[in-house]
């Protein structure tokens, strides 16, 4: 088996000196360009993350917002319901 490893070594090591020097370089300036566009594609990431994070906090925020009006507008309807009664009954006492 060793023979065998030996024979692959010796085939990668001739594959590897036959490749032109400017076929390693076209590999090498794709390897750099690849990693720049990943690069971007991260910073892309992370800014759209940062984007969503601040819509996230501006939604809850409104929604807060909203519960508050419901409430408000169920209190005061409940509220302007008791307080006629209220006014009508007083006034019906002093006619009464």
Known sequence: M???QNEITESQ???DENVSEEEK????NKVVELQEGLKALGERVESVKQDYDQKQAGNQILQTYINN???????SS???GA???A?????GKKDG
């Open 87 to 91: 006014v009508s009954g007083g006034i």
């Open 25 to 28: 370089e076209k590999l090498i």
């Open 78 to 80: 409940a509220g302007a």
């Open 13 to 15: 090591k001739q594959q």
């Open 2 to 4: 060793s023979g065998l």
């Open 69 to 75: 009006l419901m409430s408000s507008n169920v209190l």
């Open 83 to 85: 307080g006629a009664g």
